[in-house]
């Protein structure tokens, strides 16, 4: 759910509770009244029913009143200091390690990269960067839209940091350990990558859009792929057999936190020494 959607249902959460006391409070109202008309109109002839509306309408009117009061004044007050209370339990009580993680900035951890989540986070990105540093970028054409249309529509900004395709050792690398997969794959896999971007790129051009998809190559044997949108990191591993998407996947967010900081400032560095694109 959406932050917009779950501030709409508190809205009308909210304001269906005030209908709510406003709804006791007309009905107090009314009970009073008849009890009123019954001592008038028949004077002690139905005191009973008189004194039972008149107490029932006095308890739901003060009802009323007194928990309108508490919703509009006090709740917020009380809500805040129970969880300031919470919090300070929390925080005495917390192990160290997780102060460590906090600091860290690790948010998440998966068995794998949902590319459909990939996907759909560049699609709503607006007005921020993202970042590919990696071999090759695997399902690049599930997200080529998304691509296109965080930098044409949402004023994103985009660089890409793949593998040199002729960096030949290194693919022969990786290709050893890739089952079922040769070296000349990878080689046109990343060239694959390279022509789908220009693409975006000729397309972005014809549109007349200010902004391109920036893409570099470099020749380093990357442990990690890397995918960044805005301030949140994927960070997946290169392991034995497994392409970056299918191994462990760790999630990271806050540019100011120690281990994205530390991510973003090693892309920076590869970023500088890598190759532009003839």
Not at 31 to 58: A, P
Not at 60 to 73: P, S
Request: aromatic share 8%; with cysteine.
């Amino acid at each position: 759910m959406t932050k917009s959607k779950q501030k709409e249902d508190r809205s009308e959460s909210k304001l269906a509770i005030q209908f709510t006391y406003i709804a006791l409070m007309l009905l107090g109202i009314l009970c009073i009244t008849c009890s009123r008309l019954i001592d008038h109109l028949y004077g002690h002839q139905y005191d009973f029913w008189e004194l039972v509306l008149n107490n029932l309408g006095t308890t739901i009117l003060t009802i009323g009143l007194v928990t309108m009061f508490y919703e509009l004044k006090l709740r917020k007050r009380f809500m805040n200091r129970i969880s300031n209370e919470f919090e300070k339990i929390v925080e005495e009580k917390m192990p160290e390690r997780y102060h460590r993680l906090t600091r860290s900035g690790i948010i998440d951890g998966f068995e794998e990269l949902e590319f459909s989540k990939i996907r759909h986070y560049i699609q709503n990105a607006k007005k921020c960067e993202i970042i590919f540093y990696k071999m090759w970028i695997s399902n690049l054409d599930a997200i080529e839209k998304a691509l296109e249309h965080a930098v044409r529509c949402n004023g994103c900004t985009v660089r890409v940091l793949l593998l040199d395709p002729s960096c030949r050792e290194t693919i022969e690398t990786r290709a050893s350990v890739l089952e079922g997969r040769t070296p000349e794959m990878i080689e046109s896999q990343i060239t694959s990558n390279i022509g789908i971007l220009k693409g975006i790129n000729d397309r972005l051009a014809q549109s007349k859009s200010e902004k391109r998809i920036e893409i570099k190559v470099h020749r380093s044997f990357v442990a990690c792929s890397m995918i960044a949108i805005d301030s949140v990191i994927s960070l997946g591993l290169y392991l034995n057999n497994l392409l970056s998407t299918q191994g462990i996947h760790i999630r990271f967010s806050g540019r100011t936190r120690t281990h994205p900081q530390a991510l973003f400032a090693h892309f920076e560095k590869e970023w500088i020494a890598a190759q532009e694109l003839e």
